[in-house]
């Protein structure tokens, strides 16, 4: 049996992207792997996912278990089976 | 017949829809991103071009402008690409977290999408040209012109470092033209391979810009038919070719003529578009690029008849009006007598169905104009 994947959130402007889904299952160790994992089962996502160099675009922000991930965190960032993780963006503004 | 508009906002696409002209159905798509150009193939598909600071580029389709679908693919600069300074500096408003500051080349909006010869072409900033075969399913850069060796001479407009124009020549496959803020006018006569810088008769942006890429073209229109007239929107005047872009002569009779803030005199916009049926072209000029609003306040059209001198369309049109007219936001349905469509700065969208003669308000409210294109079926 398989572990339990884990759930991604995604925000109002990227669930248009998914047929209206606000939520996607991935599998994955870590937030970088459960993005590639997403990349690659929906490429359409993906390229809202990565930029030009193969990087999680810089103004995606994740909460998981209470905390704020930045891009550049996402691949120390270890997951467990069953992890929801939100993503979201960096918002301008007051 | 059915008349309808593409229009691009900062938060979506305003789609109307009329089968007189007179009374018009409106439907907001693509809630949340900034809508910026669109394009109709020859067997009746809509492209629809997105950017998000957050989120990139991407392309959605539709066969009947209601259901639309994100394509896969999207234009896209190779990892090893470097970038404009500048025109980082420009953009670095959205770049949160320093990412420019490693030098990439990015695609970080779609200024013009362009279908012709069986193809569509994208014009993207940071200024480049891509091309895709296979109905937008994948893309491919067109060196030719990406890597031009000008190139790093180029220097971004106040909007950036953007190709935003793409003409073609019905014709002549291998014949196409690109305007780039603010690095001039471009031709390629085969197919892409090579491409020539066509600015001879305009000056630079200003004086220190190189004389042969540093010009400041706004829009171009002409006739794909007759392709080798041509009609450019300068930031330094209107100008017209009749040689496919290899020389150029203000026409500037009849238009009001502005000093812009380097104390150069000329008549300033950025929108141009041209009905077919009638070859009569239309600009809508803004007041110099200090105040970039309607000479006190009269919003109006000026259309050429002839190709040399203008005449200004006000009829229906505000007289207290201090917005805009983008680039990109003038269109022409080419029914006859044709029909002109163009939408403001302030969210407004103004049409006419007698080559301007007069003019209604056809849609409010909306967010910043963008783009508005006009198709018929």
């Given amino acids: 049996m398989s572990a339990e994947p884990v759930r991604v959130q995604l925000p109002p402007v990227l669930r248009s992207v998914m047929g209206g889904e606000r939520w996607l299952a991935a599998e994955g160790s870590s937030i970088a792997a459960v993005l590639a994992d997403l990349a690659r089962t929906h490429p359409a996502l993906g390229l809202h996912l990565f930029d030009e160099a193969g990087a999680i675009r810089s103004n995606i922000v994740f909460l998981h278990d209470g905390e704020m991930v930045r891009a550049r965190e996402a691949a120390s960032r270890r997951l467990k089976p069953g992890d929801e993780v939100v993503l979201t963006n960096a918002l301008a503004g007051g | ?377």
């Fill in chain 2, 1 to 377: 017949m059915t008349v309808s508009l593409i229009v691009g906002t900062p938060k979506g696409a305003a789609i109307l829809r009329s089968q007189d002209r007179q009374s018009w159905q409106e439907q907001f798509v693509l809630r949340g991103w900034p809508v910026t150009a669109s394009a109709r193939d020859d067997r009746g598909r809509s492209y629809i071009a997105v950017n998000s600071p957050n989120y990139g580029v991407a392309l959605h389709v539709s066969d009947d402008l209601v259901d639309w679908r994100q394509l896969a693919s999207a234009p896209r600069y190779r990892p090893e690409d470097r970038g404009n300074p500048e025109h980082h500096r420009l953009v670095a408003r959205d770049d949160f977290t320093g990412l420019l500051k490693d030098g990439g080349r990015f695609v970080d909006q779609i200024w013009n999408l362009h279908w012709a010869h069986g193809a569509l072409y994208a014009g993207v900033s940071e200024a480049g040209l891509f091309v895709s075969r296979d109905r937008g399913e994948s893309w491919q850069p067109i060196d030719g012109f990406n890597e031009h060796p000008s190139r790093p001479g180029w220097t971004p407009g106040f909007g950036g470092l953007g190709a935003h124009t793409i003409l073609s020549d019905r014709n002549n496959p291998n014949r196409m033209w690109v305007g780039v803020s603010a690095a001039g006018f471009f031709r390629t006569d085969d197919g892409g391979k090579t491409w020539h810088p066509k600015n001879k008769g305009v000056d630079p942006a200003v004086d220190a810009a190189p004389a042969s890429t540093g010009q400041c073209v706004h829009s171009v229109t002409h006739d794909p038919a007759k392709a080798n007239v041509l009609y450019r929107q300068e930031h330094r005047g209107v100008h017209r070719s009749d040689d496919g872009g290899d020389t150029w002569q203000v026409i500037e009779d009849g238009l009001p003529v502005c000093e812009l803030s380097d104390g150069h005199h000329c008549s300033f916009g950025f929108a141009s578009a041209i009905d077919l049926k009638s070859g009569h072209v239309f600009v809508v000029p803004l007041d110099g690029d200090n105040f970039r609003f309607p000479r006190n306040g009269q919003l109006a059209v000026y259309r050429s008849r002839d190709g040399a001198r203008w005449e200004p369309l006000t009829k229906g049109l505000p007289s207290n009006c201090y917005t805009a007219v983008l680039r990109g936001a003038l269109s022409a349905d080419q029914m006859d007598p044709g029909g002109l469509y163009f939408g403001t700065a302030s969210g407004t969208v103004y049409a006419s169905s007698d080559r301007g003669e007069s003019w209604r308000e056809i849609a409010s409210g909306l967010p910043r104009v963008m783009s508005v294109d006009a198709y018929v079926s």
